[in-house]
DNA sequence: CTGTTAGCGCCTTCAT
DNA sequence: ATGAAGGCGCTAACAG
């Protein structure tokens, strides 16, 4: 790799003209500047972007630790995360971390200088962490200033109404144990209920259930009495195993019982299409992005993110 | 952020010393040893990476260029690759392109100095790259050196095989356009037939299919004289948009026709499991970090990566 | 054993 | 308009 004093010499320039020649060059003779453009086309020259950071002491590097148990969750955010952040010529350093020491580790090595600021997103575990340029998104427990959080007790509520809607008025829920969310879902729930004037019934809900299978079997044992006609469980990822297991016990989905989806659908091929609710990942990066480059407004902890009801359309449930 | 001068002055030592402390420390006085560390804590001082690479001239990033058109399918990989990389303490620094000149532009992005090396994934267009420190894995056109490919032919072979000791004789195929491996794998295809003495029959076979599902119409449209119970497709992706489709024109799977997925299966929660090609993911990290670490053997495209033949346990169909 | 010196490649004053 | 010099934070060679 060439250097500046490479080109500087071949132009017979100094170093400091060809600077000044490559960023934003003013003051710089017509002919010199031209002498330093062919070095540089010649040589193949393209600054050297560490010692650049060395100087401004930023890298334009993002770290961004996944947290989420299932992978397959944090594909879309990092597809968009990476297209907005590489439009604004940022790098995105990624990192996979499922625990609070393996997070903690990440944060370590990626917090030395490498990147300017660390998202750390899908933490389903408490996280004190109180750094500048660290935020959380979609983590539990951010009282923390830097952080992003959906608004679960909206979500929760939207998803109810709609259900009730739909003339389901006997609304199960699965939220599996460490969601961390189990509280704020639960209000919502209550709230969609009282406003519909529906008795809340305690059985039919399983918070910080150690397994969403026999949170299910429980439901079923005791159908005939709950007889309940919907389901409200955390993710895509629950409701794909939720589904089959309420087919094996002859209840047809949607039309015995109809599965929400708390936590946005994946809407992969082969997969039956549910309603539930999505966050606007878009929307998530643009306020993200906005902070990082802004680092000036703080309105990430200022209001939850709320998401989208999404309904599948029935219609197009064979095409592409 | 403390900078050695900072400890050096706390320590009441010279920043060789304190460098010689941090790095290997031998050939210094215990004394001065302690009381550098005491600074070290007490500033909470890390080294600046980017100083460091600047003198090592190496960042310990390595730049990962996803291709893939379909986004699920990279995932597992990066979670593999990120695992792998971290052991050995590089950075994986993620980037998206679905066409040609966003590779490029991508490349170039972050061959300046930021990555050591460059991974470039799934490639479905050719890409007439030849620089020493990118590496294309599972690309189209890699005559490269620094190459991981994967052994299409056999794949083909190891499928047809299968289908066939499945009693399966009728074997048909659809390759979408621009996958790149339509010859690799019609061979394979080929080789199979003739070593059962089995016919070749060309109407069986769609290459470079524009839209697979117009090419399952044309099968399904003629399915009474050619009479087909298996059908290769690319992989797991194609394979749960024909399911469908055919369940759609009343064919069960895999009774009366078994798809295969020649591109590995997702195993997500929710969608059929079918037979396929599996290529080992953990194999193929390894390979390129012992190449990132040794950089001497060129043992990357010195053979053809094959994969593994998965099926489908039929038992364990419903557990998690 | 330890301090001084000299750069890694770049940019930014400060003179000229 | 341009060159020389200094320094970002660190390490390696060279003296002592």
Redesign the interface.
Known sequence: ?STINDVSRLAGVSKATVSRVLSGSRGVKEASRLAVLKAVDELNY??????Q??LSQS?G?IG?ICAHEN??Q???Y??VL??HL?QH?K??????ANTKSAVLH?LE??????CDDILIIGARFPLDIDQENVILVDCMEAENVNSIQFDHAFAAETACNYLISQGRRQIAMIQPQGSGFADQVLLGYKHALEKNFLPFNRNLVFLEATSS?VALQELLNNAATLNFNALMVADE?E???I???LQ?FNKSVPDDIMVFSLGGS?Q?????VIPAIEYPIEAMAVRIVNWLTEKTQDMLGTQLMRGDLFIPDVRRK?S?
Request: hydrophobic letters at 40%; glycine letters at 4%.
């Open positions: 790799m393209r600054p050297n972007v560490i010692a950071s060395l890298t590097c961004v992978i397959n944090t594909t879309s990092l597809y990476e297209k590489s010529q790098h995105l350093l990624l990192r996979f990440a090595e990626l917090n030395c200088g490498l299978s990822h409701a794909q195993h589904i089959p297991q094996a994946l992969l091929p082969g997969v039956p064979a592409r």
